[in-house]
């Protein structure tokens, strides 16, 4: 799969021969089952248009009556029809997704495509992880998002506070990039009351997955119910269920509790752990990592969305352990409050540090263009491209995979294109499969 699955035509008169649709074989067994329904209805009138065939059956006669054949031919024939039937109705039907101008064949043929793509596990939280699942999900079906769950702020801290229920914010923007209909459903769980006692500053999507887990029991559960109610593309965890909370040591000497609080700090972060200092991993991420073809690790707040997963040490031991293809996807821009001042090669050694393995990833992805008029807002956040310090990177062990990751921007911003990111992970990952198959020939 060298393109994505989205844009692929097929010939109209010779798709429905491509391997893999999973529907010829319904087809044939509709066929078969139609063929034995007609012969049993001619054994019972006692037509004979195949004579070899009507000799069998009437030495098969001589020792059970013809109506008993009859009826027992009948009854296959009929399990077999209805049976192909029914499975090309669910090979067929809820394939639209919202392309009007797709075919039901072009539908198909995507969908299982996408169901055969690699297994791919991406770790981390906030808007980059959200951003990152909308272009891999034109790659895979195949998706495990691991979101983390240390976040008090906002609208996910209120409900955190009063319900006592993990934050919701994260998973909401996962389950909404993952979802098919990605316009509708992310105004839907996007939407923020503007005004309404209790209500004002709320996102839909957050009370929707509160009231969920309320019915459910908890949040993993009301994550799956709502995921397929929203007929999401691979699925969001939460990396635990534990109450997490985040602390930062900052160089100063100065602990600084709460995720919301820590970029506010103004200070340089020595080292990041949870409160309670360990928090059980998921059994279910766990799985998910254990069997992914690919692992990813952010884009994303350093500090605040992409190592909090690390800092679950079953979640870090795993991802060092995996025979998985790594890659982390690194920030632009600086971080104002969190990754001031830092180089490529310090976002990977943070996140080494708090993993305790310089085996955590294979290769870093980093963007290698940007717009010549950049926005001075950046520079009035003081906030600047990430230095790609090549040397110290590769001292690291890390090779280095650079490609245009942005938008294309008249006003200067800087933001990652979804597609362009997922294309550039994918063809990673696909030249890294094929070097290691040729090292493999090779020995």
């Known amino acids: 799969m060298s393109k994505f699955t989205d844009n692929m035509k097929i010939p109209k008169d010779a798709g429905w021969l491509i391997p893999g649709l999973q529907v010829k074989r319904w087809f044939i067994m509709i066929f078969v089952g139609a063929v034995l329904i007609a012969l049993g209805l001619l054994i019972l009138c006692d037509i004979r248009p195949i004579f070899y065939t009507m000799e069998f059956i009437k030495k098969l006669a001589m020792r059970v009556s013809t109506e008993w054949i009859a009826f027992a031919v009948v009854m296959f024939g009929a399990a077999l029809f209805f049976k192909g039937w029914q499975k090309t109705n669910l090979s067929m039907l809820d394939l639209n997704n919202g392309k009007e101008n797709e075919t039901l064949l072009e539908a198909l043929y995507r969908r299982r495509k996408l169901n055969r793509g690699p297994k791919i596990v991406a770790i981390g939280g906030g808007t980059g992880l959200s951003m990152l699942l909308k272009g891999i999900k034109h790659i895979t079906n195949n998706i495990t998002a691991v979101v983390t769950v240390g976040d008090d702020g906002g609208s996910s801290g209120r409900l955190r506070e009063e319900l006592g229920v993990l934050p919701p914010g994260d ?172 180089s490529a090669s310090d976002h990977i050694q943070a996140l ?10 294979d290769a870093v992805l980093v963007n290698d263009y940007l717009p010549p008029n950049l926005a001075d807002k950046y520079r009035m956040a003081h906030s600047y491209p990430v230095k790609i310090d090549s040397d110290n990177i590769k001292k690291l062990g890390v090779k280095i995979f650079s490609k245009k990751l942005i938008e294309d921007s008249r006003e200067g911003l800087v933001r990652h294109s979804s597609h362009r990111v997922a294309r550039a992970i994918y063809y990673w990952f696909r030249k890294e499969l094929k070097n290691g198959k040729n090292k493999k020939d090779e020995d």
Do not use: W
Not at 212 to 232: F, P, Q, Y
Not at 289 to 313: C, Q
Not at 352 to 361: D, F, V, W
């Open 352 to 361: 080494m540090r708090h993993a305790n393995s310089r085996k955590l990833i």
């Open 171 to 342: 998973i909401r923007n996962c389950i909404a990039a993952l979802a098919d209909d990605e316009d509708l459903v992310t105004k839907l769980f996007q939407y923020r009351f503007k005004s309404g006692e209790g209500l004002e500053g709320h996102s839909f999507g957050n009370l929707f997955l509160t009231a969920l887990c309320s019915i459910t029991g908890d949040m993993v559960r009301a994550v799956k119910e709502s995921s397929n109610v929203l007929s999401i593309r691979g699925r969001v965890l939460p990396s635990t269920l534990d109450d997490m909370k985040l602390v930062a040591e900052m160089e100063d000497g100065r602990i600084v509790h709460g995720e919301s609080n820590i970029p506010e700090a103004n200070g340089k972060i020595k080292r990041l752990y949870t409160d309670p200092k360990k928090c059980k991993a998921l059994e279910e991420v766990i799985f998910a990592i254990k069997s992914a073809d690919l692992i990813i690790l952010g884009p994303g707040s350093l500090y605040t969305s992409v190592i909090p997963n690390l800092l679950i040490e079953e979640i870090s031991k795993e991802v060092v352990a995996s025979n998985a293809k790594k890659i982390y996807v690194c920030n632009i821009m600086t971080q104002p409050g969190e990754t001031d001042g830092y």
